[in-house]
């Protein structure tokens, strides 16, 4: 699986932003989808994923500001990010695995399968 994120870019405090993650080369429906992100002198984190069958998992930093989605016919999944803080920015990159279990997935060890990433600035 190839991943190919987008959407970043200078946004002020409050507004909003929606990233996307195209996928191809294997059968992207199969797959959890996830997004992480890495702050600049932090480690990556968690911020989002999304299972075969729709389930959504949040970090709790993000929980009611961002929702990922999903549109299996153009292999392609979505973080839409609302009410952004400063805090938010990060470099945030998509991922993608077979068979990962739900206790699995806040983790990036978890993932096989990485995007390039695209930065997100929140001005104050």
């Known amino acids: 699986v190839q991943l190919q994120a987008s959407g970043g870019g200078l946004v002020q405090a409050g507004g909003s932003l929606r990233l996307s993650c195209v996928a191809s080369?294997?059968?992207?429906?199969?797959?959890?989808v996830g997004w992480f992100r890495q702050a600049p002198g932090k480690e990556r984190e968690f911020v989002a994923a999304?299972?075969?069958?729709?389930?959504?998992f949040y970090a709790d930093s993000v929980k009611g500001r961002f929702t990922i989605s999903r549109d299996n016919a153009k292999n392609t999944a979505y973080l839409q990010m609302n009410s952004l803080k400063p805090e938010d920015t990060a470099v945030y990159y998509c991922?993608?695995?077979?068979?990962?279990?739900?206790?699995?997935?806040?983790?990036?060890?978890?993932?096989?399968?990485w995007g390039q990433g695209t930065l997100v600035t929140v001005s104050s």
């Open positions: 080369g294997r059968t992207f429906r199969s797959y959890t």
């Open positions: 991922t993608a695995d077979a068979s990962i279990i739900i206790s699995s997935i806040w983790y990036e060890a978890s993932y096989d399968y």
């Open positions: 999304i299972r075969w069958n729709g389930s959504t």
